[in-house]
T-cell receptor
């Protein structure tokens, strides 16, 4: 049973380009979470999605960032017009139910570097 | 609002000696508390969790943590460190039953010397 799969593992973009990060949850999981980890910091919640629905996006920056979890396919975190401050590790986590606290399974992260 | 404070950014121990990673929490409600471990360039793995059952929680790899409400603490311990324990450890708090916002501490980097 494969775990949470994220790709790409490493992504380099120049300022102004777009970054797309993909996350395939564990089999049978319909809840996906995105977290961002800035250098030397803990993880910060960004967004919580279920299939075709954004449940909580209170941690998402108001501009340039968007997330989706379509009926088919992986969840996508999209960052438009990237800036140097977007350089971070982006972690996806999934769970089978949204209500049982802490049962999140994390992927290995996508590390974005903005030149 | 919920928050966690990890009191040490770095801890160094010798192999075979005890490990203590400190965490204090702040929560308006009965908290759920967790410890996650992150090895270099890897994802996070759940070590253990407290969700209002037994106050002494046993986790994987010989780790355990004790929930002390009077001290608002949830320190992580292990009797004898192993080289493979070297990693970053995060103390995490969540509202009971509200898993969408795990709130992470800033992490403690554990070094283990031979």
């Amino acid at each position: 049973n494969a775990g949470v799969m994220q790709n790409p593992r490493h992504l380099v973009r120049r300022r102004g380009q777009e970054a797309r990060l993909r996350c395939s949850p564990m089999k049978g999981h319909s809840h996906v979470y995105w977290y961002r980890q800035l250098p030397e910091e803990g993880l910060k919640f960004m967004v919580y999605l279920q299939k075709e629905n954004i449940i909580d996006e209170s941690g998402m920056p108001k501009e340039r960032f968007s997330a989706e979890f379509p009926k088919e396919g992986p969840s996508i975190l999209r960052i438009q017009q990237v800036v140097r401050g977007d350089s971070a590790a982006y972690f996806c986590a999934s769970s089978s139910t949204g209500g049982e606290a802490g049962e999140l399974f994390f992927g290995e992260g996508s590390r974005l570097t903005v030149l | 609002a919920q928050s966690v404070t990890q009191l040490d950014s770095h801890v160094s121990v010798s192999e075979g000696t005890p490990v203590l990673l400190r965490c204090n929490y702040s929560s308006s409600y009965s908290p759920s508390l967790f410890w996650y471990v992150q090895h270099p360039n890897k994802g996070l793995q759940l070590l253990l969790k407290y969700t209002s059952a037994a106050t002494l929680v046993k986790g994987i790899n010989g780790f355990e943590a004790e929930f002390k409400k009077s001290e608002t603490s949830f320190h992580l311990t292990k009797p004898s460190a192993h080289m493979s324990d070297a990693a970053e450890y995060f103390c995490v708090v969540s509202d009971l039953g509200n898993t969408d916002k795990l709130i992470f501490g800033t992490g403690t980097r554990l070094q283990v010397f031979p």
